[in-house]
């Protein structure tokens, strides 16, 4: 390890492969095995969101590569080994797959931070060993995706098969940049399927690390292309693309919309796991210290560019003054600073698009009448005047139908409401057109029950927030989306079912 000054002028020790990755000529993409530059010739370049400098450089992909990126992986579905292969075979490597990524968990963690901006110890923490484990969840399942025989008439025989979809185009987003890989890519391989996997503009670099490590552990060339590049170029590629059967997207609501509309052109099978605006609702018999820590995580974990971050806290009346001070205080604690420097704990937004974005719904909600009585302001202390840095943000004085409390603002921002009764609380934390998430506080195990079948979101947690395991599924209803990621849910997106007839 050496030291470098990547951050803010911190000196921190870089793995050596963190140097060579972001120091290196431009990044290139990965095509039918090999590292290929953009036929354009164009790169478009990474920027470290904790000072605005240039990180790396990285391979523009365009409709072109996109068109060579869905040959390579049409030939390795209907050539190649890997839907063929021994099942056992396929689960060896994806083991391999999420090995390699524990092993290389410090460099992809600093890689990552450097990328995105968030803090060290949640890529190291969450982010990598997460990522870890979906590919090790799902190398579980290869060999055991079975069909069904049919109780049919005596005179046939009928048994059904799970075969993969075929090629999968794969459009992910920049808050959990190598976590979403994972997610999309695991089942996709698991099932027998090749990809061709577009990471966000904002952070290419994790999957391209990614792409080196899957050839490493022996994916087969053109099971795994990756095309960085922008949504409206090499994105829209993907979702027109003839060769390819279905497209998995994690992002926002609008461009879910549009890609569901330009998927109609080809019919191809399409999921969606878009944005939020999720109700974190507290009751006044709840665990009040508990409540708060899970309020406060619940919104500004990860800068708050989570879709399912609790970010309209729903307190009841009797306790909203005393709990939003609470939560207040405790944010003021948060450590903000470049993701590398120790300690840190509230890390810039992605980029300086996101930075206006959320300065521009913080200046909307003061316009609204709502009162910020944390934050309400773009950080600029020194140190940090060049990075995307906003103050963690408690507004009060919000009702719902403000735009802050209706719209997806993606940063360190909560709206605190205050809620009447259990009705109120259901009433108005299902009035958004969002149905992701959703918190309960509460001691009342009845209560809990009721408000969690009455929440209309994919999930909803109890006495916790942003808990997840690859166990359980994830996935939105309403306008957040639909099909259900993680879990043996997954699988169902990444295969289809053939019946099969025989005369007896
Ligand atoms: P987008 O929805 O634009 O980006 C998500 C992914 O979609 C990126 O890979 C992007 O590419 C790609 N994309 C963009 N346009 C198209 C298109 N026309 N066809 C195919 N793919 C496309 O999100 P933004 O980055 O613009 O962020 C805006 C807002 O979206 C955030 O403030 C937040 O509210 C929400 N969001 C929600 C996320 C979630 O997890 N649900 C994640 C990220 C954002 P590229 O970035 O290269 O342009």
Same mark, same amino acid.
């Given at each position: 390890?050496h030291k470098?000054?990547l951050?803010?002028?911190? /000196?921190?020790?870089? !793995?050596?492969? &963190?140097d060579?990755?972001? *120091?290196?000529?431009? $990044?290139?993409?990965?095509?039918?095995? =090999?590292?290929?530059? /953009?036929v #354009?010739?164009k790169?478009f370049?990474?920027?470290?969101?904790?000072?605005?400098? !240039?990180?790396?450089?990285?391979?523009?992909?365009?409709?072109?590569?996109v068109d060579r /990126?869905a040959?390579?992986? $049409?030939?390795?579905?209907?050539d190649g080994?890997?839907?063929?292969?021994?099942?056992?075979?396929?689960?060896?490597?994806?083991l391999k797959?999420a090995?390699?990524?524990?092993?290389?968990?410090?460099?992809l963690?600093?890689?990552?931070?450097l990328?995105?901006?968030?803090a060290?110890f949640?890529?190291?923490?969450?982010?990598?060993p997460q990522?870890?484990?979906?590919?090790?969840?799902y190398a579980g399942?290869?060999? *055991?995706i079975?069909?069904?025989t049919?109780p049919?008439?005596p005179?046939?025989?009928n048994?059904?098969?799970?075969?993969?979809?075929?090629?999968?185009?794969?459009?992910?987003?920049?808050n959990?940049?190598?976590?979403?890989?994972?997610?999309k890519?695991?089942?996709?391989?698991?099932c027998?399927?090749?990809?061709v996997l577009?990471?966000a503009?904002?952070?290419?670099l994790?999957?391209?690390?990614?792409?080196?490590?899957?050839? %490493?552990?022996?994916?087969?060339?053109?099971?795994?292309?990756?095309?960085p590049?922008?949504?409206?170029?090499?994105g @829209?590629?993907i979702?027109?693309?003839?060769?390819?059967?279905?497209v998995?997207?994690?992002?926002s609501?609008?461009?879910? =919309?549009l890609?569901?509309? %330009?998927a109609?052109?080809?019919?191809?099978?399409?999921?969606?796991e878009l944005g939020?605006? #999720?109700p974190?609702i507290?009751f006044?018999d709840?665990?009040?210290?508990?409540?708060?820590?899970?309020?406060?995580m619940? &919104?500004?974990?990860?800068?708050g !560019?989570v879709?399912?971050?609790g970010?309209?806290?729903?307190v009841e009346? =009797?306790i909203? +003054?005393?709990?939003?001070a609470?939560?207040?205080?405790?944010?003021g604690?948060? *450590?903000?600073?470049?993701?590398?420097?120790?300690?840190v704990q509230?890390?810039?937004?992605v980029s300086q698009?996101q930075l206006d $974005?959320?300065?521009?719904y913080?200046?909307?909600?003061?316009?609204?009448g709502? =009162?910020?009585?944390?934050?309400g %302001?773009?950080?600029?202390?020194?140190?940090?005047?060049k990075g995307y840095?906003v103050k963690?943000?408690v507004?009060?004085?919000?009702?719902?139908?403000?735009?802050?409390?209706?719209?997806?603002i993606?940063?360190?921002v909560?709206?605190?409401?205050?809620?009447? +009764?259990?009705h109120?609380a259901?009433?108005?934390g299902?009035?958004?057109?969002?149905g992701?998430?959703?918190g309960?506080?509460?001691k +009342?195990?009845?209560?809990?029950?009721?408000?969690?079948?009455?929440?209309r979101?994919g999930?909803?947690?109890?006495?916790?927030?942003?808990?997840? +395991?690859v166990?359980?599924?994830?996935?939105?209803?309403?306008?957040?989306?639909?099909? $259900? !990621?993680?879990?043996?849910y @997954?699988l169902?997106?990444?295969?289809?079912?053939k019946?099969?007839w025989? *005369?007896?």
């Amino acid at each position: 390890m050496h030291k470098g000054d990547l951050a803010m002028g911190v /000196a921190f020790q870089l !793995e050596p492969s &963190v140097d060579r990755f972001v *120091k290196a000529p431009p $990044r290139k993409m990965l095509i039918g095995g =090999k590292w290929v530059d /953009a036929v #354009s010739g164009k790169t478009f370049a990474t920027v470290n969101p904790a000072d605005g400098s !240039e990180l790396a450089r990285v391979a523009e992909g365009d409709a072109e590569d996109v068109d060579r /990126a869905a040959k390579a992986a $049409r030939k390795a579905f209907d050539d190649g080994p890997w839907p063929h292969m021994a099942p056992t075979e396929r689960q060896r490597i994806l083991l391999k797959v999420a090995d390699l990524i524990e092993t290389h968990g410090k460099e992809l963690a600093q890689l990552e931070t450097l990328d995105n901006g968030k803090a060290l110890f949640e890529t190291e923490n969450v982010d990598i060993p997460q990522a870890a484990g979906t590919f090790r969840y799902y190398a579980g399942w290869v060999n *055991k995706i079975t069909g069904e025989t049919s109780p049919t008439d005596p005179g046939y025989f009928n048994f059904t098969l799970r075969e993969p979809v075929g090629v999968c185009g794969q459009i992910i987003p920049w808050n959990f940049p190598l976590l979403m890989a994972a997610w999309k890519l695991g089942p996709a391989l698991a099932c027998g399927n090749t990809v061709v996997l577009k990471p966000a503009e904002q952070t290419p670099l994790t999957a391209l690390r990614l792409g080196e490590l899957l050839l %490493e552990a022996g994916v087969p060339e053109g099971v795994v292309n990756i095309v960085p590049g922008f949504g409206e170029t090499a994105g @829209a590629a993907i979702v027109r693309h003839r060769m390819i059967d279905k497209v998995a997207f994690t992002g926002s609501t609008e461009v879910g =919309k549009l890609i569901q509309r %330009e998927a109609s052109d080809t019919l191809k099978r399409v999921s969606l796991e878009l944005g939020g605006k #999720s109700p974190n609702i507290v009751f006044a018999d709840a665990d009040i210290a508990a409540a708060v820590q899970g309020a406060l995580m619940g &919104v500004f974990f990860n800068q708050g !560019e989570v879709c399912c971050a609790g970010t309209r806290l729903f307190v009841e009346q =009797k306790i909203h +003054d005393e709990f939003a001070a609470a939560l207040a205080t405790a944010a003021g604690t948060m *450590k903000q600073g470049p993701g590398l420097e120790p300690g840190v704990q509230v890390g810039p937004l992605v980029s300086q698009e996101q930075l206006d $974005r959320v300065t521009g719904y913080l200046a909307i909600g003061k316009k609204e009448g709502a =009162k910020a009585i944390l934050g309400g %302001e773009r950080n600029t202390a020194p140190g940090l005047e060049k990075g995307y840095f906003v103050k963690p943000t408690v507004f009060t004085g919000v009702n719902n139908d403000m735009r802050i409390a209706q719209e997806e603002i993606f940063g360190p921002v909560v709206s605190v409401l205050p809620f009447k +009764d259990e009705h109120d609380a259901v009433f108005e934390g299902n009035r958004t057109l969002y149905g992701l998430a959703a918190g309960v506080w509460t001691k +009342d195990v009845s209560k809990a029950h009721r408000v969690a079948r009455a929440i209309r979101a994919g999930t909803v947690w109890v006495n916790c927030y942003n808990v997840f +395991d690859v166990v359980s599924p994830f996935g939105g209803y309403k306008q957040s989306g639909y099909g $259900r !990621e993680l879990s043996h849910y @997954a699988l169902d997106l990444y295969t289809n079912v053939k019946s099969v007839w025989l *005369k007896i």
